[in-house]
């Protein structure tokens, strides 16, 4: 099998079946995905890297779960989520909560070497995501969970039904809201 | 139009502004859009408003396949096959033999509980799950603490019984109903440690909490709960009270650093020095020797453990331990200081 034109089904299957560097090669497709999508849950870079490589341990250590019914994708969506949450529920309970990082557009500042309208665009996409992120902390963490995964992701409603465990009928309501209160915390940027 | 037709028109609408909605859906919609016109309308601004939210993700800076294969190394091997093996194994001994009881074969089934991660068709726990997610999200409390509690009362053996009693212990803490939350984190540990023993980070949580509870229960969780007493006031004196009358616990070391919160407002808390003089500054409102003590404590413990300066750390340890409640655990700190594996 040709690993790097396998398809992630394909990969998933051969790792079920022993075949270690079939892992490398979906680590190498998704891990920016599954870091992308808990810093979206967490708000937190290093928390996310935290999740994201725990939820490639665990896709490995667990692959025997992963059923061929089901697209990978979903699955290992599920496992980010999972651990996200788990993450949040623990740092409310940590003696002290951590702190965003400021976004790196914004933290590491002006390249001297760099056209100032493209470091003016880039600071301006920084606040932008920062506001987006702040927008995202006042969704319920499903509503969170649909919305990342729908408008950054790009899943499908019935994939996201799947990683949720619950009807496509729930996802339609919780992105609706989520879209709703989101829209009503960035009316500023939205009306600019 | 009634209140199912626009909830179902509005979930239509949202999955309309990001993919395409078959036949039936797309007219059943667009008959809604034409009979609402302020529904038309909302759905123009949504629209709008999606396109304006950037979709690009934050880059992964870095490869994550060597840190993960070098911990995937360290931990102990997961017998993928060995497991299903020996799982195999155990079915056939226990129909054959029918000596081993039900706790056995939950020991020798090595994937006793794949949690919510696993397959959720299987599960007649994973929906309940869904549904208790749902009931917190109402902030009924109550409700999700039933559905779980029922849950892994009704399906004990389900894939998913051990998360559900991971929530609930979870809950119930979460929630100040500490007898039940002790009682579940024992459970849970017993029970369902194939939850933990899979999760580094979960083990490690759990074993605190449970150690917290198991101190309080000594008080009948009177400190816990004069913990949450004071986080919901505004008065770091209530604080200070904790320090006093539950010194040399654990409940004590949380009240420090709320306090040190409370007491430096906008503190950074991964910043250590500013930490350290956000507990100065909680120190130097105190007027008990003994909550003095107890925050130099912990004080010798901030030195120690992230600005690894271990003679300030020293310092703070013999302050602390010029108090008889706490001279114990603040000569211990300061034996820990002379042994060199701790450096």
């Known amino acids: 099998m040709n690993l790097t034109t396998a398809t992630d089904e394909e990969l998933a299957l051969a790792l079920k079946a022993g075949q270690d560097p079939a892992f490398d090669e979906l680590t190498r497709r998704h891990q920016g995905r599954v870091y992308a999508v808990a810093y979206r849950l967490t708000s937190n870079r290093e928390d996310a890297l935290d999740v994201a490589q725990d939820v490639l341990v665990k896709a490995y250590q667990k692959i025997e779960m992963w059923q061929p019914t089901s697209g990978f994708v979903p699955w290992l969506m599920r496992l980010t989520r999972n651990q996200a949450i788990d993450l949040l529920r623990r740092r409310k309970r940590r003696r002290c909560e951590p702190l965003d990082e400021a976004d790196p557009a914004v933290r590491d500042g002006v390249s001297s070497e760099r056209d100032l309208s493209d470091t003016e665009r880039q600071v301006r996409a920084g606040e932008i995501d920062a506001r987006v992120q702040q927008a995202l902390g006042v969704l319920s963490p499903a509503q969170r969970v649909v919305f990342v995964l729908r408008h950054y992701e790009g899943l499908q409603l019935a994939e996201i039904a799947e990683v949720r465990g619950c009807t496509v009928g729930s996802v339609k309501v919780h992105l609706f809201r989520a879209l709703k209160k989101m829209q009503v915390e960035l009316r500023d940027l939205h009306d600019s | ?343």
């Open chain 2, 1 to 343: 139009m009634n209140w199912w037709n626009r909830k179902k028109l509005t979930g239509l609408l949202a999955q309309s502004l990001y993919e395409e909605l078959d036949g039936d859906d797309r007219r059943a919609l667009e008959r809604g859009l034409d009979a609402d016109p302020e529904l038309r309308a909302e759905a123009e601004a949504l629209s709008q408003f999606i396109d304006a939210i950037p979709r690009e993700q934050p880059e992964l800076e870095r490869d994550l396949l060597p840190a993960v294969r070098a911990r995937l190394a360290d931990e102990s091997p997961q017998p993928r096959y060995g497991g299903l093996r020996v799982a195999v194994a155990a079915v056939a001994c226990v129909a054959a033999l029918g000596l081993f009881g039900y706790g056995m074969w939950n020991t020798l089934t090595l994937d006793t509980d794949p949690g919510a991660d696993g397959p959720v068709l299987a599960s007649s726990v994973a929906p309940l799950l869904v549904e208790a997610e749902t009931a917190v999200e109402q902030r009924n409390y109550t409700r999700a603490f039933e559905i779980l509690d029922m849950a892994v009362a009704e399906y004990p053996r389900d894939a998913s019984a051990g998360e559900a009693q991971y929530r609930l212990a979870s809950l119930a803490f979460e929630q100040g109903r500490y007898p039940e939350a002790f009682e579940a984190y024992t459970k849970l540990k017993s029970e369902y440690h194939g939850v933990l023993d899979a999760d580094p980070a979960r083990e490690a949580e759990v074993a605190e909490a449970r150690d917290l509870l198991e101190e309080a229960n000594r008080v009948s969780y009177a400190s816990l709960h004069a913990l949450d007493v004071a986080r919901r006031g505004r008065d770091l004196a209530q604080f200070e009270e904790i320090l006093v009358d539950y010194a040399a616990t654990k409940v004590a070391e949380l009240a420090v650093y709320d306090m040190a919160k409370r007491a430096s407002d906008g503190l950074d808390p991964a910043d250590s020095s500013a930490c350290v003089e956000a507990m100065k500054t909680a120190r130097d409102r105190c007027s008990s020797p003994v909550a003095v003590a107890g925050i130099n404590f912990e004080l010798g413990n901030v030195y120690r453990d992230r600005v690894r300066d271990f003679e300030l750390a020293g310092e703070h340890y013999r302050k602390a331990a010029e108090v008889p409640v706490l001279a114990q655990r603040a000569n211990d700190a300061l034996a820990s200081l002379a042994r060199p594996v701790s450096r």
